[in-house]
């Protein structure tokens, strides 16, 4: 379905008048959250009005704006301006007016941003070059984003803005980017409506950025692979994951030294190929990477969360056909998909398959990863490892006449990634001595001399271990 989109532009002079009406009412997440309710979300995303219209029937102006740029219901044009709505920012909806744009409030990290978007959301049929608000892909990249203060960041793909505007919290300059030239003026738009500093560029991948190096580089770029369905905001428009491909390949010119860049992808599983070689190998020699592998579906389950999201009724079937269609033409087997990190290095790629539940914010882990390779090259027996401080034993034990004897013990990370896995007395007792005081050689001899074994055996059976504990984070340098 398509309909006219409105002109995030010409909304641009009046920003200001729009954020002071927001302030004067009250505006912020949490007011809305009280307001709407803790359902809120669900009740927009199956168009249920109803609910939400009953907790905005005061006529104050936070419930005035809220059905405005929330609900996006029709007011009385009188409502809409003792709320302080500019009417260039209003429409005509029947006998009364309706906000141009919708306004998303989004917390992360602390941090609340606002953006704007156009109306409608995927699930309702989409204009080809609209720009949805933010989603479940969004906040993925937002929680995998390193968020120490950096000098130059860039949002490749920026969308309504998202991730330049939670950024622009950290960042001295941040830099925008989209094909999409409705994308950098909504993200223009949002950021002058929360008073922050976004420069927004029109181009595709690196075009608008040529020569200019950045200390962070993050993007969630239309990476759904099928035969094309003409959405801007997700398909490519390259063949299979070649957009991916380029974006890793093509990143590392813009990476400052000491730079880290963090991208949502889709790869293919095809048959007859290694599908873990495949992503590895689109990192060239000049970095190192990280792929952390969230989720593999087999075509049939991808085709129909795609085509769900978009929610295509009676063109279902026929779409459902042609993309699988399209998968077996290139004998694909799954669909992986993960957030790819990579810094300037020297081509070491190491892939981890982490569909468990993770921290709502793990990016502090992406540069702490490369951290612990370097640690690792620099010799695993010669490092004071320490236990991460969020690293829980949870031990299941069984009475017997001795008392309680431990039957499993199980590691937890509380943070991060937050992997978890089984580990054996001796590993527990190695494992509380990394106080990153004594070097692992030197806790490895007292392992020995009480196991009434030698260093060598110690050191054949622990290093692996300790190996794979530092790759997860568990132990620390
Ligand atoms: C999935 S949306 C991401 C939006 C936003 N960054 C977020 O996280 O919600 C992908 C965006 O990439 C843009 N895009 C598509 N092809 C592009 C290209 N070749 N270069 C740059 N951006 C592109 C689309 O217009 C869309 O805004």
């Not at 873990?276 to 000049?286: E, K, L, N, T, Y």
Request: charged fraction near 20%.
């Amino acid at each position: 379905m398509t309909r006219a989109l409105p002109d995030p532009e010409s909304l641009l002079a009046d920003a200001p008048l729009v954020w002071a009406a927001l302030q004067t009412a009250g505006w912020s997440a949490a007011a809305l959250d009280e307001l709407l309710g803790a359902t809120a979300r669900t009740h927009l995303d199956r168009d249920e009005l109803a609910p939400l219209l009953r907790r905005t029937d005061g006529g104050s102006a936070l419930e005035v704006l809220a059905r405005l740029f929330v609900l996006g219901t029709g007011v009385d044009l009188k409502q809409a301006r003792r709320a302080g709505v500019p009417e260039s920012w209003l429409v005509p909806d029947g006998f009364d007016v309706a906000a141009a744009v919708r306004l998303q409030p989004v917390v992360h990290g602390g941090v609340e941003v606002l953006v704007a978007h156009d109306p409608g959301r995927a699930a309702s049929g989409v204009h080809p070059d609209q720009v949805l608000g933010v989603g479940a892909a969004s906040l993925t990249l937002a929680a995998a984003t390193p968020r120490a203060h950096v000098g130059r960041t860039l949002d490749l793909g920026a969308g309504s803005g998202i991730q330049a505007l939670l950024a622009e919290d950290h960042s001295d300059v941040v830099v925008a980017t989209d094909t999409n030239p409705r994308a950098a003026a909504y993200t223009r738009l949002s950021a002058a409506l929360g008073g922050r500093d976004v420069q927004a560029r029109t181009g595709s991948l690196l075009e608008p950025v040529q020569g200019e190096a950045y200390d962070l580089v993050v993007s969630n770029p239309p990476f759904v692979i099928g035969p094309g369905s003409g959405y801007t905001y997700r398909d490519g428009g390259m063949d299979g994951d070649e957009l991916c491909r380029r974006l890793v390949a093509e990143l590392p010119a813009v990476l400052a030294p000491d730079g880290h860049a963090v991208l949502l992808a889709n790869w293919l599983h095809v048959a007859g190929e290694d599908g873990d070689a495949r992503v590895q190998s689109w990192f060239g020699p000049d970095v190192d990477g990280w792929v952390v592998q969230r989720e593999l579906a087999a075509p049939e389950d991808y085709v129909t969360a795609w085509l769900r999201d978009t929610d295509e009724g009676p063109r279902f079937d026929a779409l459902y056909e042609a993309w699988l269609d399209w998968f077996a033409l290139r004998d694909v087997e799954a669909v992986a998909f993960g957030v790819l990190a990579l810094r300037p290095g020297t081509g070491r790629v190491h892939l981890d398959d982490a569909p468990q539940p993770v921290a709502p914010s793990w990016g502090e882990e992406v540069p702490a990863f490369f951290a612990r390779q370097e640690a690792l090259d620099r010799g695993v027996l010669a490092t004071a490892w320490r236990l991460r401080d969020d690293v829980r034993l949870h031990q299941v034990a069984a009475r017997s006449d001795e008392g309680w004897i431990a039957q499993t013990q199980v590691l937890q990370q509380e943070a991060g990634l937050r992997w978890s896995g089984a580990v054996d007395v001796y590993g527990a007792t190695l494992l509380a001595g990394c106080d990153g005081s004594r070097r692992l050689g030197e806790l490895l001899s007292v392992l020995a001399s009480s196991a009434g074994i030698s260093e060598a055996d110690a050191a054949e059976q622990v290093v692996p271990v300790v190996e794979r504990l530092v790759q997860q984070g568990f132990l620390v340098p």
